[in-house]
């Protein structure tokens, strides 16, 4: 189980952007954490990093997860591992953060969910880290306090400099870069994507033969709200990420950088990282786990895997959900107070 006391001993598994950019923070500016260990396929790569913040390194990640001196651990491996090692991480009795998507398919999904479940606790945090950004967390606020009125519509861009590498085609967009919008749709409506329909414009002249880019996505929301997404990965530009909120009495818009735009989404969000790993282990040491649930990754996964059928078929897809667990780990509510009510502030 998680320590409970001044220190967190923690484990890295996937060495690559996110989670060497993970080890750094957990090993020079997330207090009360110490990085103990790191694993990776590629054992050259983690042993460089672990030997630049003290910490071992090996291959195994299932290793990492049943050493004794590791208390929790941070998956930022390929989505495709997420299962194996969540899986992993619950049956030592292990807090984990997993980077985004939870799985690559809402079936994997909701296999943890019922896994978690069944063990009676939460461990696991899903980091959807816009969820922790000041401007993404003070727009939700103003929402819940009914500021902006019922919220009727967002308009989200999410633009990339470039693909991350030549595997990454069309459903890679789906499935692990509009999976950000999902939940940021969740989060800010306070309810479930009902449907989904994914466009496919004129592909961009730099993006890889047969690659669907940009992209528009669509969400109708269980109350009757609609969230239009364009998600552009080989946009040339730099990382560029807006949403604009559109309520019965005004609108917000979050995302919009002064001067030129950052290359690179870990400048874009590094106060919402920083205050996304320092809350997962606030939480630990308390005992606890916040942030984004196993059923936020879960439902995220099922849009996503609806999203891909249709980008496939062109054709609006329903969300079907399963029903959420009633006993064990059972999922906080979405809804967020309506501005009407009198129990609104």
Known sequence: MGAVGDELRVGVIGVGVMGADHADR?????????LVAVADPDVARAREL???????????????????DVDAVVIASPGAAHEEQVLACLTAGKPVLCEKPLTLDADSSL??????????????????????????ASLRESLAAGRLGRLLLLHNIHRNLAAPNERF????????????????????????VAAIQVLSPTATSTAPVGVVDPQVAIFTMAGGG?????????????????????????SVTVGTWEGTVPRD???????????????WVDANLR????????????????VTTAGVESLRSGERVTVQLADPPTEGVVPQPLSQPDPRSKDAS
């Open 265 to 279: 989404y870990r400048t874009r969000f590094a106060a919402a990282y920083d205050r996304e790993v320092q809350a």
């Open 50 to 68: 672990g030997d630049r913040l003290g910490a071992r390194s090996g291959a195994d990640a299932l290793e990492l997860v049943a050493a004794d």
């Open 111 to 136: 296999r943890l969910v019922r896994a978690e479940r069944d063990l009676g606790r939460r461990l696991v945090q899903v980091g959807f880290m816009r969820r922790f950004d000041p401007e993404f």
């Open 169 to 192: 085609r069309s459903e890679m967009t789906v499935l692990d870069s509009l999976v950000h919008e999902v939940d940021v749709a969740r989060f800010l409506f306070g309810e479930e």
């Open 287 to 302: 005992g606890e786990v916040v942030g984004p649930s196993m059923w936020d990754g879960y439902a995220a996964s099922v």
């Open 226 to 250: 609609v969230v239009t997404n364009e998600v552009f990965i080989n946009s040339g530009v730099g990382y560029e990420v807006r949403t604009e909120a559109v309520g019965e009495t005004g």
């Open 26 to 34: 957990l090993a020079d500016r997330t207090e009360g954490a110490r």
